[in-house]
């Protein structure tokens, strides 16, 4: 069982930024990959980024988020900037571990003036 524990988020304003925390309860090069994904009220889950355990990283949406991890604190960060209202969702953190899928509980991202 791997637990998830996501963190960073709050209110931003147009234009400013934030950086999510996701903790992770075992050694994440142990895992196939992790995940950001976040869901706006009304909209699926969608894919923000990805970064396997070699460190291959993939982007859903390019140019203002960054994905990175720190292996010794078993942490991924998502690194957000110049923040839209858009970007308002719940924030998720994922775990793939191959044939099982591990979610944090969320953490809400509101960009708003």
């Known amino acids: 069982q791997v637990q998830l524990v996501e963190s960073g988020g709050g209110l931003v304003q147009p234009g400013g930024s934030l950086r999510l925390s996701c903790a992770a309860s075992?050694?994440?090069?142990?895992?196939?990959?992790m995940a950001w994904y976040r869901q706006a009220p009304g909209k699926q889950r969608e894919l923000v980024a990805r970064?396997?355990?070699?460190?291959s990283t993939n982007y859903a949406l390019k140019g203002r988020f960054t994905i990175s991890r720190d292996n010794a604190m078993n942490t991924v960060y998502l690194e957000m900037n110049s923040l839209k209202p858009e970007d308002t969702a719940v924030y998720y953190c994922?775990?793939?571990?191959?044939?099982?899928?591990?979610w944090g509980q969320g953490t809400q991202v509101t960009v708003s003036s």
């Open positions: 970064i396997t355990s070699g460190g």
């Open positions: 075992v050694n994440i090069l142990s895992l196939n990959a």
């Open positions: 994922n775990a793939n571990d191959i044939t099982i899928e591990y």
